[in-house]
Structure formats: C-alpha cells, structure tokens
Nanobody, 122 residues
C-alpha cells in the first residue's frame, strides 16, 4: 500500500503561483511513477502531469504545458507540482496518484490522494 497526502492548495489571484506537494508513505516511493490530475466542479477528472520513477520522463496536458512543472524528490518521498501563471480555469481539486511501471496520462493509477483545492480568482 501507498498512502498519498497532498498539500499546498489555496486561493490565488490570476497570474499567481502555487506549489503543490504530495507526500508518500508505505511501499518504496521511488519505484512508482507519479501523476497529478484535477477535477473542476461539474467536470470529469482530467490529467495534468506525470513523471517517471527516476524523474527523467515527464508528460503534461496541453492546457498546462509551459506553465506547470512536475518534479520529485525520492529522498523525501515527495512529488511536486509548481504552477505558474495560474488562470481561473485552473480552479479544481488536484489529486496526486501513484502507479507501478511507466507514467501514463490515463487514470490507470493504483493509489490516489484525497485531493487539495486550488482556487484562482480573476
């Protein structure tokens, strides 16, 4: 089992920045690919970013590419999502997820956190 706890969400004005963190405990964190997803009110959950277990491979949704950066620190069992130039349409609950194997943009992750709210005001 892997337990995931997100933090760092909050209220920010458009154009601002936030950094989300996802702390993992349980089985060996460094062997898991990690992903970030989000779900806005009334919408389905969507892929945001993913990173391989070593950090050498990353994927981004087109809507966040160039603004968001995913990274990980395996020594701290933590994955991050740096979000810059935030827009009101980035408002959502953000979830981190872990999966054995390669990172993917689909929701085929084995473990999920409870989510953290990000609200971007215009």
């Amino acid at each position: 089992q892997v337990q995931l706890v997100e933090s760092g969400g909050g209220l920010v004005q458009a154009g601002g920045s936030l950094r989300l963190s996802c702390a993992a405990s349980g089985r060996t964190f460094s062997s898991y690919a990690m992903g970030w997803f989000r779900q806005a009110p009334g919408k389905e959950r969507e892929f945001v970013a993913a990173i391989s277990w070593k950090g050498g491979v990353t994927y981004y949704a087109g809507s966040v590419k160039g603004r968001f950066t995913i990274s990980r620190d395996n020594a701290k069992n933590t994955v991050y999502l740096q979000m810059n130039s935030l827009k009101p349409e980035d408002t959502a609950v953000y979830y981190c997820a872990a999966r054995a194997g390669i990172p993917t943009m689909t929701e085929t992750y084995d473990y999920w956190g409870q989510g953290t709210q990000v609200t971007v005001s215009s």
